[in-house]
């Protein structure tokens, strides 16, 4: 029946199915599945975990004049983005920024006072 009224009359076929369409969305936000979630999350990391892997043995075949190029070919804004490690696997600190400098100076000025 629905290809016969999508047939007969396109232009309602079409807003009954947009509506439905709409209803089904807001019902899956409202009303969750736990278990697609979770499917959908499962296939989201393994098919993370494949791309890092794939390219982890492409940079093991790479010649060092190949992984130059590779790494020129990365913009700067995204090489800045890397967490750097020191060889002992230390993470260097970020830098702080002025409302954590500010909260800082605040909170000691308090504990100061408060003592006092």
Not at 7 to 23: G, I, V
């Amino acid at each position: 029946m629905n290809d016969k009224f999508g047939n007969k009359y396109p232009h309602a076929h079409k807003k009954a199915n947009n509506a439905f369409s709409t209803l089904a969305d807001v019902w899956t936000e409202t009303f969750p599945n736990s278990k697609q979630i979770a499917k959908t999350k499962i296939d989201d990391r393994k098919e993370r975990a494949k791309v890092v892997k794939d390219l982890e043995l492409k940079m093991k075949e790479m010649t060092p004049e190949e992984m130059d190029a590779y790494w020129e070919s990365i913009p700067e804004w995204k090489r800045g983005a890397l967490v750097v490690q020191n060889a002992d696997g230390e993470v260097e600190e970020e830098a702080e920024g002025v409302f954590r400098r500010l909260k800082t100076k605040l909170v000691t000025k308090v504990k100061e006072t408060a003592i006092v």
